[in-house]
């Protein structure tokens, strides 16, 4: 799978979760508490993923 479809894969999961908001979802739990804190989780993970693909091993990036 090429990267774009990759990322339009990850958007469209994430349009639909919102959309259908499921029980027991962390992308709805995240998103209901605001775009500040979707900031943050996103900044968070960013991060995690840097550390990872610089000091972890591959299968922990691809874990990240």
Known sequence: MANDQIINELYRVI?????KKPNNSYTVEIVSKGKGY?????????????????????ERFISE
């Open 15 to 19: 349009v639909d979760r919102i959309e």
């Open 38 to 58: 979707v900031a943050r989780k996103v900044g968070e993970e960013s991060v995690e993923v840097i550390v990872a693909s610089l000091a972890e091993s591959r």
